[in-house]
């Protein structure tokens, strides 16, 4: 079984060469040597490297950097600015760059966008022009996403941790499932994937937080294995669970078949980013 982690973010030190938007409770580091090494200490192939907006904002040279240096490692997706009038030109630069997999788009409420802004309309066409998929974070704001979705149905979704708000430090909120009904009904449209990512942060048990189950059985049930992406958030998940954590419980579960395990923690992630690790 290839594993292919939907998302982590890597990132240098916090430096004038390099200087952060803002400072998260993430490690003071994790470079894509660091990553490599966490990922290969628990079996983990691959993995599609998120150009972290929080630090870097649009800036994705780090990113370029690291999948230069470990190419068979990382796809690479960029965020791209709805505001910028030359976003479809920046789109079409970025799909001629080595590992380039995918565009983002943030739609938090947070962001306060309107999901009709024109520019969403640019990167929505420019990505399916391209033959990238758009990832999407809407968690809290899933309305918004799906209307997103709905207008574009061209273009292919990946949406960003289950769309589920989840925290950045334990304990879990009281419900923390509370958005489950909407992420089901988004299930019901066929150019949207789901990303199964940082769900153990959603757990309010300790490990292996065997809580998860019953809620991931119906994102499941709603939108196929095929269009289920695993994923640890790593790191934005740092201050709830280490990197192992976030692994081993999809690794060691019985609820998985085999079949299953393989298309949820890879066969689903590549399908999505038209991506795989190459070994050696």
């Not at 800036?59 to 965020?79: L, T």
């Not at 001629?96 to 999901?115: H, L, Y």
């Not at 998985?256 to 298309?263: P, T, V």
């Amino acid at each position: 079984m290839t594993i292919i982690d939907s998302q982590v973010h890597v990132y240098e030190a916090n430096t004038a060469k390099r200087p952060w938007r803002t400072v998260p409770n993430w490690p003071p580091h994790v470079t894509g040597d660091e990553m490599v090494e966490a990922m290969d200490k628990v079996g983990v192939d691959g993995a599609i490297f998120i150009s972290a907006f929080s630090m870097y904002g649009y800036d994705a040279s780090y990113a370029v950097e690291v999948q230069r240096a470990h190419p068979g490692k990382f796809g690479i997706v960029k965020p791209v600015d709805p505001d910028d009038p030359a976003v479809a030109d920046i789109i079409a630069d970025w799909k001629k760059i080595p590992g380039a997999v995918g565009v983002r788009i943030m739609m938090t409420k947070e962001v306060n966008r309107d999901p009709a802004h024109p520019g969403i309309d640019r990167i929505a066409r420019a990505a399916a022009s391209h033959d990238f998929p758009v990832n999407m974070l809407c968690w809290g704001n899933v309305d918004a996403g799906m209307s997103i979705v709905d207008r574009h149905p061209d273009t292919r979704f990946i949406i960003d941790h289950l769309a589920i708000l989840q925290p950045r430090v334990p304990p879990a909120p009281p419900e923390p499932w509370a958005d489950l009904p909407k992420v089901l009904e988004l299930a019901r449209h066929p150019n949207a994937v789901i990303k199964v990512s940082g769900a153990c942060t959603l757990s309010r048990e300790p490990y292996p937080f065997p809580d998860i189950w019953d809620p991931l059985a119906r994102v499941f049930d709603a939108w196929g294995f095929d269009r289920c992406l695993w994923g640890t958030d790593w790191t934005r998940a740092f201050a709830v669970v280490n990197y192992e954590q976030a692994v081993q419980p999809f690794v060691k579960t019985d609820r998985l078949s085999n079949s299953e395990r393989a298309m949820l923690m890879g066969g689903a992630c590549a399908k999505a980013y038209r991506w795989s690790p190459t070994k050696g």
